[in-house]
C-alpha cells in the first residue's frame, strides 16, 4: 500500500507539473475559465454553472452529451446535464492531488456534441488547514559536550505540513530554558529548525536536559505539532567534522545504471584518534524515495545509484548528508547534496483518443469533425517536442486546435461509401529526441450509407418474347434492378406504371413486388396483340425513396394454333363442297376452279400448300399446290365418267402441321347444257353473295351521289365567282385515306386541294373555285389562319 501510496504521489507531482506549464503557456492559447472551491467540502458541491459560463442552451445538453472527460481513473467532478452546473464528485484531498505549495490546479476537459466541442476549464483547489504539523519521530536525543562552546547549532527534526500557503509551518518554539534557544533556517521548501547552544553546559551541575519543540502552523485557529528533545551532556570532543562547503549542486542523466558513483563527499575532522575518524549518513528526516533510490557508503562518503532514477517521477533529489566523528561526545558536521536530474527521450509519445465517431455519413460535408485526440510526453524540452500526422492517403486530416497537442481529426473531401465503405486511419506521433520515439493509432473509422443512388436496370429498354396462349397467372419473365446503397436504400420494389395508360393490356399484368416476376392474368393471343408496351418502376426504400423506370417491350409469338380455313368451296349449310359443271369439249389446262384458304396465323404457320388427297382419276386434272387451282391435265373423251369426285386437303407448314379438306364435285356436261347450268350456277352465286354485293353497292351509290353533288356545287360556285390565282403544289401531310387521288396548292391565303372521284370528309367548296377544286382547313394553326409560304 506504501508503494501505490508513493506512486500515486509521484502522479499527482507530474500532474501538478504538467499544470503549471499549462498555466505558464496557457494565455498564448486561449483564455479559459477558472474556478475555485476549497478541498474537503462535500460531494455535490456546486463549483460553478459552466453550460452557462460557456454560453451553452441549458436545454440541449442532455442531447448534445454534456459530460467532464477525464484522463484518469478517478473523477473528481461531474455536471449536471439539467442545469449545467459543475459539482464535486469525489472527495478533494488538495495535499493528495497536488504537492509543494504551488497553486493546485485541475484542468477539465467539457465535451459536447452535435456539433462536437471540447472546452478547457480549470478549477484551483484551495488549501484549509486540515492538518498539524508533525515530526518524523517523537523523540529526538543528543550527546553535547560540556567543552561545546554558545553558538553550536544541532539540527532538529524538521516537521511537516502537507497544507500550503498561510496553512504551512510558520515557525517553531521551544520550552523555555537557560541553555538553548531554536533557530530557523529558511531552505527553497522548508524551515528547518536548529537547537542553539546560547549558554554552555556544565556536566557537574546537569548531565541530562528534557526540552520540547513545538511546530505552529499560520492556520486560524492554528495547528501544532511537539518533539521531545532529550540533551545528553559530554565530556569535551571540541571539533567537529566541517565540509568545504554547505550545499553542493551536481547534475546526473536520469537511468543512470544502478551501482554508479556519482559523488564523493568529504568532510574533515582536526582532532585525532577517535574523534577525529568520520562516519558519513543521510539525515533521518529525508522522503523515503530518496533512501530508495541513492545509498552513501559511511566510511568513504561515495554516493551511489540505488534504484531507478526517473526524469519524469522527480527531476530534483536534495540529500542532507550528515559527517560525525567517533569522539565522545561524538561532533558531527552537515552539508545538503542537491542533484539535478538530466532528461533523456526514453518515454515514447502518447495518443489518447477523447472522442471518436466511429461511423461517418457520407454526405458529410469537408472539415466534419470526427474524432479528437490529444498528444502527450513525458519528457521534457525538445525530447517532450511532439510532431503528429497521419500515415495513409485517406480522405482525413490532422488538424490543430488552439491549444498545443490538441488534433481534431477532420474530413478533407466528399466520401463515397460506394466506392470506399471503411477507412483504417493511422496516427503517427513522434518526438524530437534523439534519437526520436514514435507511437501508433490506428481509428477504425465506417461509411453509413445515405440513399444516394437510384436503382438502375442494366439495360433500357427491356425486350421479351412470349410464345402466344401463355398459362394464365404464370410469371411471363422478369425484370431486375440494382441499387448500389446498402442496406433499406438497396431494397428494391416494383410495381407497374398504370397512370395515363390506355393500353388495355396493363390490366392483365401483374408485377411481384418484391422479385420484379411478372405474371400474366390472361393467356395472349398473337392475331388479336402482336405486341404491346409499358413501364416498371423499381423504388428503394430510402427516405426519401428514389426510382427509376424501365421500358418494357413485349412481342408476342405466333404458334401454329389455327388450322385452314376453306372460303371456297362452301356449301350453303357451312361445309367445304361444291359442285362445278365443265363443257366435254374444254382443251387440256382449263381451270375447273380455285379452291380460296386462309390461315390466320403467319410466316410458315400462315402458308398454305394443296394437295390432292383423293380423286376419281387422276389423268384428268392436276392441283397447282400453291394457288389452289383446279385445271385438266387432258380433253375428256367418251369414256371418261360424267362425274369427278375431288377431295383437296389444306395443309399449313407449322412444326405441327394443321390441315382442312374441300371437296369438289366436277360434272361433266355438254356444251349447251353447260351454258344453261353456267347461268344457273351464276344466279346461285349471286345469291349467295347478295349480303356482300348489297353493302358495296349502297356505298358505291352514296359515294357515286356525294361526288356529282359536290362537282355541281363547285361548277355553281365557279361560275358565280371567278377568282384569280397562282397554284403551288403542296403534298398533304393529314391524308385521312378517303380519297382515290389527290393535289393540294396554295393561293393568297386560302388552301386548295384537287379530288378525284371521292371528296374527303371536312373538305369545304371555294366560292368561285373550280368544280373540283375544295378548300382544306389547315390543321396545323389552331387559330384556322392560313399561314403565308414564304
Not at 238 to 245: E, I, V
Not at 287 to 294: G, Q
Request: with cysteine.
Amino acid at each position: 500500500m506504501g508503494t501505490n501510496r508513493q506512486r500515486g504521489k509521484r502522479d499527482y507531482y507530474s500532474f501538478a507539473f504538467r499544470l503549471s506549464l499549462l498555466l505558464f503557456f496557457g494565455n498564448q492559447a486561449s483564455a479559459q475559465i477558472r474556478y475555485s472551491i476549497p478541498e474537503e467540502v462535500k460531494e455535490g458541491t456546486v463549483v460553478g454553472n459552466v453550460a452557462k459560463d460557456l454560453g451553452l442552451e441549458i436545454s440541449s445538453l442532455t442531447d448534445r452529451r454534456f459530460r467532464v472527460v477525464s484522463g484518469s481513473k478517478d473523477a473528481f467532478f461531474e455536471v449536471n446535464q439539467n442545469n449545467g452546473a459543475l459539482y464535486v464528485h469525489k472527495k478533494l484531498d488538495r495535499e493528495e492531488l497536488c504537492h509543494g505549495s504551488g497553486a493546485c490546479l485541475m484542468e477539465l476537459k467539457i465535451l459536447v456534441e452535435n456539433p462536437l466541442e471540447m472546452h478547457h476549464i480549470v478549477v484551483e483547489i484551495t488549501d484549509v488547514n486540515d492538518h498539524s504539523p508533525s515530526f518524523p519521530a517523537k523523540q529526538q536525543r543528543f550527546e553535547i559536550g560540556e567543552q561545546i562552546s554558545p553558538g553550536r547549532r544541532f539540527q532538529l527534526h524538521t516537521a511537516r505540513d502537507p497544507d500550503t500557503g498561510i496553512n504551512t509551518i510558520r515557525t517553531y518554539t521551544l520550552t523555555s530554558n537557560e541553555h538553548f534557544e531554536v533557530d530557523i533556517r529558511q531552505s527553497d521548501e522548508d524551515k528547518i529548525p536548529f537547537l542553539v547552544l546560547k549558554k554552555s553546559l556544565d556536566r557537574e551541575q546537569k548531565d541530562k536536559h528534557t526540552l520540547l519543540v513545538t511546530a505552529v502552523d499560520g492556520g486560524k485557529p492554528p495547528r501544532s505539532g511537539t518533539l521531545n528533545i532529550t540533551i545528553i551532556v559530554l565530556d569535551s570532543n571540541d571539533n567537529r567534522p566541517m565540509f568545504s562547503k554547505e550545499i553542493y549542486q551536481i547534475e546526473i542523466q536520469e537511468n543512470v545504471p544502478v551501482g554508479t558513483s556519482i559523488f564523493r563527499i568529504n568532510a574533515t575532522d582536526p582532532d585525532e584518534g577517535t574523534n577525529g575518524l568520520i562516519e558519513y549518513s543521510l539525515g533521518k528526516t529525508l522522503k523515503k524515495k530518496v533512501y530508495d533510490i541513492f545509498e552513501l557508503d559511511k566510511v568513504t562518503g561515495e554516493i551511489k545509484v540505488k534504484g531507478v532514477v526517473d526524469y519524469e517521477e522527480n527531476d530534483v533529489y536534495k540529500l542532507d548528508v550528515e559527517a560525525s566523528d567517533k569522539g565522545t561526545p561524538p561532533s558531527a558536521g552537515e552539508c545538503r547534496v542537491i542533484i539535478k536530474v538530466k532528461d533523456v527521450n526514453d518515454n515514447p509519445p502518447e495518443i489518447e483518443v477523447t472522442s471518436l465517431s466511429n461511423a461517418v455519413s457520407e454526405d458529410s460535408k469537408p472539415g466534419t469533425v470526427i474524432s479528437l485526440l490529444s498528444v502527450t510526453d513525458k519528457d521534457s524540452g525538445v525530447n517532450g517536442k511532439i510532431i503528429s500526422s497521419i500515415m495513409s492517403d485517406v480522405s482525413f486530416e490532422l488538424k490543430p486546435s488552439y491549444k498545443e497537442n490538441i488534433y481534431s481529426i477532420v474530413t478533407k473531401e466528399f466520401l463515397d461509401r460506394e466506392q470506399v465503405s471503411h477507412f483504417e486511419i493511422t496516427i503517427k506521433a513522434t518526438d524530437c529526441g534523439e534519437p526520436p520515439l514514435s507511437t501508433f493509432k490506428t481509428l477504425n473509422i465506417q461509411i453509413s450509407d445515405v440513399n444516394d443512388n437510384r436503382p438502375h436496370f442494366s439495360q433500357n429498354p427491356l425486350q421479351f418474347y412470349l410464345t402466344e396462349n401463355n398459362v394464365a397467372g404464370a410469371s411471363i419473365f422478369s425484370v431486375s434492378a440494382t441499387d448500389n446503397d446498402d442496406n433499406d436504400n438497396a431494397a428494391i420494389s416494383y410495381h407497374i406504371l398504370r397512370e395515363g395508360s390506355q393500353n388495355d393490356v396493363m390490366s392483365f399484368l401483374n408485377v411481384n413486388s418484391e422479385n420484379g416476376h411478372i405474371t400474366a392474368l390472361k393467356s395472349f393471343d398473337f392475331e388479336t396483340v402482336k405486341t404491346f408496351q409499358f413501364q416498371v418502376v423499381a423504388t428503394d426504400s430510402g427516405t426519401p425513396s428514389l426510382s427509376s423506370n424501365v421500358t418494357v417491350n413485349v412481342f408476342i409469338l405466333d404458334q401454329n394454333d389455327n388450322a385452314p380455313v376453306i372460303l371456297y368451296p362452301v356449301s350453303s349449310n357451312g361445309s367445304a363442297e361444291g359442285v362445278e359443271e365443265i363443257p366435254r369439249n374444254v382443251n387440256a389446262g382449263h381451270l375447273v376452279t380455285k379452291v380460296r384458304a386462309y390461315d390466320a396465323d403467319i410466316g410458315y404457320n400462315g402458308w398454305l400448300l394443296f394437295s390432292l388427297q383423293e380423286v376419281t382419276e387422276h389423268s384428268l386434272f392436276t392441283l397447282d399446290r400453291y394457288t389452289g387451282q383446279i385445271r385438266t391435265l387432258r380433253s375428256f373423251t367418251e369414256t371418261d365418267e360424267a362425274e369427278h369426285k375431288l377431295v383437296i386437303l389444306v395443309k399449313d407448314n407449322g412444326n405441327v402441321s394443321l390441315s382442312a379438306t374441300a371437296t369438289v364435285i366436277v360434272k361433266v356436261v355438254e356444251p349447251k347444257e353447260a351454258f344453261a347450268a353456267s347461268d344457273v350456277k351464276s344466279a346461285t352465286k349471286d345469291d349467295e353473295e347478295n349480303n356482300v354485293t348489297f353493302y358495296l353497292m349502297i356505298t358505291l351509290g352514296s359515294v357515286s351521289a356525294l361526288f356529282l353533288i359536290s362537282i355541281i356545287v363547285l361548277i355553281a360556285m365557279q361560275c358565280s365567282k371567278s377568282t384569280d390565282y397562282t397554284s403551288k403544289y403542296l403534298q398533304e401531310t393529314n391524308y385521312d385515306g378517303t380519297l382515290c387521288h389527290s393535289i393540294q396548292y396554295r393561293s393568297g391565303d386560302k388552301r386548295y386541294m384537287l379530288v378525284g372521284p371521292r371528296m374527303s370528309i371536312g373538305s369545304t367548296i371555294v366560292p368561285g373555285s373550280h368544280a373540283n377544286t375544295l378548300v382544306l382547313p389547315d390543321r396545323r394553326r389552331p387559330s384556322g389562319e392560313v399561314r403565308a409560304e414564304k
